[in-house]
């Protein structure tokens, strides 16, 4: 499953740099290449597909990165410091006056 997962965050990583790519912040890009608008949707179309695809494969990357991290197995809990035999054995006899029979 977690190989599964990573390959879908490899594929959306790869295709947003191929998005950004396409896109030009002055304007330009993808939707200047097509030339009228009245071509495949016009312009407007083309970039709120491009910024569709963003928007969506960053989500789908954050997503998917979430739920590989929830799935991680958790660590064991630490346990306490175990007293040995010898240790225990000399802490129960202190303070302790041994108990003498009177007679």
Known sequence: MDLLLSIIIIAASIL??????VQ??????LSSDFGSPSQLGGVQKTNELIDKLTWGL?????VVSLMMTIR????PKAAAPQQTQQGQGQGQGQGQAP?????
Do not use: C, H, M, S
């Open 99 to 103: 108990a003498q029979g009177k007679k």
């Open 16 to 21: 947003l740099i191929l998005v950004v790519y």
């Open 58 to 62: 960053a989500a789908t990357i954050v």
């Open 72 to 75: 991680q197995p958790k660590a």
């Open 24 to 29: 030009n912040p002055k304007g330009g890009g």
